[in-house]
């Protein structure tokens, strides 16, 4: 009785072919025996990755005080999205942009990021004023179409954060 242990490589899957010989040295001795066996290697979904630019905190988004002025759009926000190995490119990613829903009162159009450009983009509410719990804490979700069969995994969520500056109403 034995134990054959191996390793895959990464991202490895598909069928590997083997064949394993054991030898009796007593009885009779010389006596040889040959298995060949098949190890069937699942494909497993890798998560999405990616890059954010970072907080906001650091170039504070000053309070609008014109409507209409309160657009922002950082160009390479999200950088190097990829959804997985070679084998994975087929797969769709979607970008998922959240808050808690106090901070939503804050704009007129919430933080999205574009798949395709990372562009981020919102617009603060004319007037808006920093809640108590400032920078307001932004999650981003990027989600591919690979499953999580057989242990794999299709989600990744990353943190940034925007600051609002205060600044009294004309």
């Not at 895959?8 to 040889?32: L, M, R």
């Not at 699942?42 to 905190?57: I, K, Q, W, Y």
Request: net charge negative; glycine share 8%.
């Amino acid at each position: 009785q034995g134990t054959l242990t191996f390793a895959t490589a990464p991202n490895a899957f598909g069928h590997v072919q083997g064949t394993i010989q054991a030898v009796d040295s007593f009885n009779p001795p010389g006596k040889t025996n040959r298995t060949a066996f098949q190890i069937r290697i699942l494909d497993v979904n890798d998560a999405p990755s990616f890059t954010l630019e970072g907080n906001l905190v650091g170039r504070r988004v000053t309070e609008c005080t014109v409507a209409g002025a309160c657009a922002r759009n950082y160009p390479t926000f999200m950088r190097d999205l990829g959804v997985g190995p070679v084998n994975e490119d087929a797969q769709t990613p979607t970008v998922t942009v959240a808050m808690d829903s106090p901070y939503l009162a804050k704009f007129d159009v919430p933080p999205a990021i574009d798949p395709v450009t990372g562009a981020l983009t919102f617009t603060l509410k004319q007037y808006a004023h920093p809640l108590p719990t400032n920078p307001i804490p932004v999650m981003v979700t990027v989600r591919d179409n690979g499953g999580t069969a057989n242990g794999g995994d299709d989600v990744t969520h990353q943190t940034f954060t925007i600051e609002i500056l205060d600044q009294p109403n004309p």
